[in-house]
């Protein structure tokens, strides 16, 4: 894993503490969940970092889509909405960011967060 790699992931993760995200550690701890205190860059420096069970964006629910387009027309009458729809983003833990297909992150099973 690159620097880069790493540092991205440190900072999507440390973005997503307040959401609770699970992770992979390794196969003894296949889920773990993160919380706000957390000290993530222990589980980023090691050799094998955790990856983080994440949520295609292809996987958003039609209640999911209608949230998504709302804040993004808010975004555009109001301006400077961009990190109340990152945060919406974590919450609903979406990779937006690309990092399933890059294998720093594994594709969240159905209904392993029950987002409401």
Do not use: Q
């Amino acid at each position: 894993m690159t620097i880069e790699d790493r540092e991205l992931l440190l900072v999507d993760l440390c973005a997503r503490l307040p959401y609770d995200p699970i992770v992979y550690v390794d196969e003894n701890l296949p889920r773990l969940k993160l919380g706000a205190s957390t000290r993530v860059w222990e589980y980023i420096a090691v050799d094998k970092p955790c990856k983080p069970y994440l949520r295609p964006m292809s996987s958003m629910t039609e209640e999911e889509k209608k949230e998504h387009k709302t804040l993004l027309s808010e975004r555009r009458l109001y301006g400077s909405l961009g990190i109340k729809i990152i945060d919406w983003l974590n919450a609903h833990h979406f990779d937006y960011r690309g990092l399933i297909e890059k294998g720093l992150a594994l594709e969240a099973p159905e209904g392993m967060y029950n987002i409401k």
